[in-house]
């Protein structure tokens, strides 16, 4: 009777032992995955030119637009109006 009780505690240490090594893992998994795409994310967004989001021609002839990313005061001077 007493080897019964033992081995269910070892077993239940055990178990124990194993959910949290899976947890730990799975966390360690879910790290990586953030940090890749973080690294992924950095590295397009600085070898990215200027994303033009829109553009837009005032009445005087100007065209203005959104603009992310670098270089985007650097644009102004090669912008022109296709349509006209």
Known sequence: MQSDASSS?????????????????????AVSIVFVLAYFTFTIYTHSGPIVLGTEMNG???VEYMCIGRSCEDLGANFSWKDQ
């Open 9 to 29: 505690a070892l077993s239940l240490k055990f178990r124990h032992h194993k959910e949290r090594a899976h947890r730990l893992k799975a966390i360690i998994f």
């Open 60 to 62: 005087n002839g100007q």
